[in-house]
């Protein structure tokens, strides 16, 4: 597993996106909800890409909320594979958030998401073993 690192992202590019005024809570920063499902989306992406196969999310733990995400922001998530199963895997998930006016990312949020290989009909399925998903 690679460990986080507060200084640069690691691991594969999953998903990126910007933080948008209907994406805040009332205190006017970004939702944690919204930085987490953009978490589960880039993680879904990256699990999919290494099962060959639809997956679903079925456990979230070890969320660290570190920083505030604020409008502007640009969000990018990344992933690193943690451990395979026979039929889930464990992704360690980071955001990072660049903000106006930076030139460097900082590390807001990271964790650990666990994800099931399914068949068409929702069933687990075996992960079929391969090389581990090349960066696109």
């Known amino acids: 597993m690679t460990e986080t690192s507060d200084t640069e992202p690691s691991g594969d590019l999953c998903i990126r996106t910007l933080a948008m005024p209907a994406d805040t809570n009332a205190n006017g920063d970004i939702f944690g909800g919204w930085l987490l499902s953009q978490m589960d989306v880039g993680g879904g992406v990256f ?3 290494l ?3 639809r997956t679903v999310t079925v456990a979230i733990e070890a969320m660290n909320f570190r920083k505030a995400v604020y ?3 640009l969000v990018s998530v990344y992933a690193n594979l943690v451990r395979v199963g026979r039929t889930s895997m464990t992704v360690h ?3 990072w958030a ?3 006016r930076e030139l460097k990312p900082i590390l807001v949020t990271d964790g650990h ?3 099931v290989s399914i068949d068409d009909d929702g ?3 075996a992960i079929q073993r ?3 998903p090349i960066a696109t």
């Open 113 to 115: 998401f666990t994800y």
């Open 130 to 132: 391969s090389d581990p």
């Open 51 to 53: 099962a060959r196969s």
């Open 123 to 125: 069933r687990p399925q």
């Open 98 to 100: 660049l903000r106006r």
């Open 93 to 95: 998930l980071e955001a």
């Open 47 to 49: 699990a999919s890409k």
């Open 71 to 73: 409008v502007g922001d």
